[in-house]
């Protein structure tokens, strides 16, 4: 595959230094592989370039494609190169932060051998504090902050707040601590932002309802009198239409005005008209505004005093919150993702010579997916960065950036531009051909993308830049399927998503849309057909029409994973073998396809023994003992086996899949069983 001009000049130029924007489709990591192997061309060393990524598997993916290219290459050189690559610095952010902490454990100040916890690790080991905070036994200092905070939120608002200020961990304790020193300092800058929201919010408020007022200020010149309602209001807001909007809010709240006040008799031409739709838009806007023009703070206030109270108690409760959650990973000797980050921004800015040692080492930098990079990790890379041209090459997409992933700030993208172009004097470049869509794919999104995003006035904002389709020689179509609107909200979504199904259904009966494959076009089938929902909430309606239609499917990441029948019975035999007198599990699982009990045999199995698990061994009852014999197997392994090797043995053994095959939707059961397998994997 060969490059288009701008992703040559983004790939094979190492003069300056580089601002991609790629959007979906338009061949960002080709590009990156190309500019990697460049490099290598003009003979940079492997150990010289650091590349970025934002997940393992594209850091996967951006190895196994630079692999593959340097196999292409001969000669001794790249034999050496090749031997280079194995130790090649290809990584996501936070592996790359990890493998820093390790080189430099005692600056660090971290064990060397450290863990790092994952996402759902992390997240349990805050729950767990969350929960010996809450509803355990909190250190006696903290017992009455505890106790205020839960009485002025609740346990589920306390935890949300708890995991929030954790995501902004460094902001938060220097605000409490702000707040611990000096409440008057923080009441004083309280104030500051809350006029400052106030006047944004005014001169919006203005600029938005300036035509109104303009209109009535003119009317209310004209029309002195008090001779029926509409005149009344000209002579209650004609003194404030400049002044403060306080008494216009006011007079909208309370009045008796209505959209149709005014006798036409006393007005001239479309006078009258003209104030009732100067009123209509000057109260919308005001209803639209009133709560951010209304803003004010009274120190003296009751709600102040007790919001004061509640974050001088919030601030106990997360420092004790975070004293529990570091006790913990000091224990386990590990480290979550957010500590990586931190600690190691913290340790290239205390140690010049650190940071140092990392400008020399890197020549070259590159970043794939810049728009999910939050403040920490780009102050990272602005410590390390080294200022000869050509040093830095970041390639995003801000419109993705919707995603929030990991707390990243899309403004940031915008700086890190700005930088580029100023303080490296590079350049930015906007790959402009789509690679993956059809022309009337790209033509829709062109128009639709290029209205919504037309402009850029706000630091998140970017504007659309249009592509320009490769595929020129394949069809491709864009349908809006339009249902008439229903007052029910169930019956319409089930009227939608029988629109959708008898669509799909026609797709493939008809043969109407082709497929394009290794060069050659085939009529569309089920299997070529995707189905993606805004909302998850709306998937059941979607698989009952799709049923109905005789249609085919496969759920890939549905609503409740969890909470579909087939793994919730693998939840309860596990339950189970965790606990063998847990009877509601065992219960669960007997009735489940792995033995199907009755209701009926559960009755006559059941006894005065204080355990279903006893009375289901003392059974005579044939399926009973098979039963019993059965999950004596799996108990005496559960201990002893991987997770998922037990949960694979189980599905073996039983012989469940058989079971499901002769059903209703067996096959996507068993679908969610394997997923279920590959999670415990």
Not at 11 to 23: F, N
Not at 196 to 214: C, M, Q, T, Y
Not at 237 to 242: A, F, I, T, W
Not at 348 to 372: G, K, M, P, S, T
Request: glycine share 6%; net charge negative; charged share 30%.
């Amino acid at each position: 595959m060969g490059l288009t001009e701008r992703q040559a000049r983004a790939a094979l130029d190492h003069t300056r230094s580089k601002c991609v924007t790629a959007g979906a489709g338009t061949g960002k990591t080709h590009v990156l592989v190309r500019k990697y192997i460049s490099l290598l061309e003009e003979g940079a060393s492997v150990g010289s370039i650091l590349a970025l990524t934002f997940t393992e598997k594209a850091a996967a993916e951006m190895k196994v494609r630079v692999r593959q290219a340097l196999a292409e290459k001969e000669g001794k050189a790249w034999d050496a190169v090749r031997d280079e690559f194995l130790w090649a610095k290809i990584s996501t952010f936070h592996a790359f932060c990890a493998a820093v902490l390790r080189e430099f454990p005692l600056e660090a100040n971290v064990g060397p051998s450290f863990t790092v916890l994952d996402e759902r690790e992390a997240a349990l080991l805050r729950d767990e504090a969350m929960d010996d905070l809450i509803y355990g036994d909190p250190p006696a200092e903290d017992r009455e902050a505890v106790i205020g905070a839960l009485r002025a939120v609740g346990a589920y608002e306390l935890k949300n707040y708890l995991i929030a200020l954790s995501r902004h961990r460094d902001d938060a304790e220097a605000f409490f601590a702000a707040l611990a020193e000096n409440e008057e300092a923080v009441l004083d800058a309280w104030r500051a932002i809350v006029e400052e929201e106030r006047e944004k919010a005014s001169l919006a408020f203005r600029d938005r309802a300036g035509p109104s007022i303009e209109v009535l200020e003119g009317l209310a010149a004209r029309y002195p009198g008090k001779r029926d309602p509409a005149e009344a209001y000209l002579r209650a807001v004609e003194r404030h239409l400049s002044g403060t909007v306080d008494a216009l809010i006011e007079i909208h709240r309370g009045s008796g005005f209505r959209a149709n006040m005014g006798q036409r008799k006393n007005w001239a031409g479309d006078d009258l008209k003209r104030l009732r739709e100067a009123y209509v838009a000057l109260k919308g806007c005001i209803e639209d505004n009133e709560a951010a023009l209304s803003l004010a703070l009274d120190p003296d206030d009751p709600f102040t005093r007790a919001t004061l109270a509640f974050l001088h108690d919030l601030g106990k409760v997360f420092h004790a919150f975070i004293r529990a959650v570091e006790a913990e990973k000091r224990r386990r000797n590990a480290l979550d993702f957010d500590d990586l980050v931190n600690r190691t921004r913290r340790l290239l800015v205390d140690h010049e010579e650190i940071a140092a040692h990392f400008r020399n080492r890197f020549r070259y930098i590159l970043i794939d997916e810049f728009q999910d990079t939050d403040p920490v990790q780009i102050a990272i890379i602005h410590v390390i960065l080294g200022r000869e041209p050509g040093t830095l090459f970041i390639v995003g997409d801000p419109k993705q950036s919707i995603y929030l992933f990991r707390e990243a700030d899309v403004a940031q993208f915008r700086h890190t531009r700005e930088m580029i172009e100023q303080d490296l004097g590079g350049e930015t470049i906007a790959l402009d051909v789509n690679f993956r869509s059809t022309p009337a794919v790209v033509g829709f999104t062109n128009a639709v993308f290029g209205a919504l995003m037309a402009k850029c006035d706000r630091p998140w904002e970017f504007l659309y830049e249009p592509l320009t389709p490769s595929r020129t020689n394949d069809a491709g179509s864009v349908e809006v399927l339009l249902c008439p609107k229903v007052k029910d909200r169930a019956a319409g979504r089930r009227a939608e998503a029988e629109m959708a199904a008898r669509r799909v259904r026609a797709i493939v009966e008809r043969g109407e849309k082709p497929v394009y494959r290794d060069g050659e076009s085939r009529p569309a089938g089920y299997g070529d057909i995707a189905v993606l929902l805004e909302r998850r909430t709306n998937l059941a309606y979607y698989e009952w029409a799709l049923a109905r239609y005789g249609v085919p499917y496969r759920v890939h990441a549905g609503l409740g994973f969890y909470e579909h029948q087939e793994v919730y019975d693998l939840y309860n035999i596990l339950r189970f073998l965790v606990n063998d007198r847990d009877d509601v599990a065992l219960y669960g699982l007997l009735r489940s396809p792995y033995f199907g009990f009755s209701d009926a045999r559960l009755f006559a199995i059941a006894g005065p023994e204080p355990s279903l698990w006893e009375r289901l061994q003392r059974s005579g009852d044939p399926d009973a003992i098979a039963a019993a014999t059965t999950l004596r197997g799996w108990l005496s392994v559960a201990r002893r086996l991987p997770p998922a090797r037990l949960i694979r043995r189980i599905v073996d053994e039983s012989g469940v899949a058989a079971v499901f095959g002769g059903m209703a939707g067996g096959e996507q059961a068993v679908a969610n069983i394997e997923k279920l397998i590959a999670i415990a994997r």
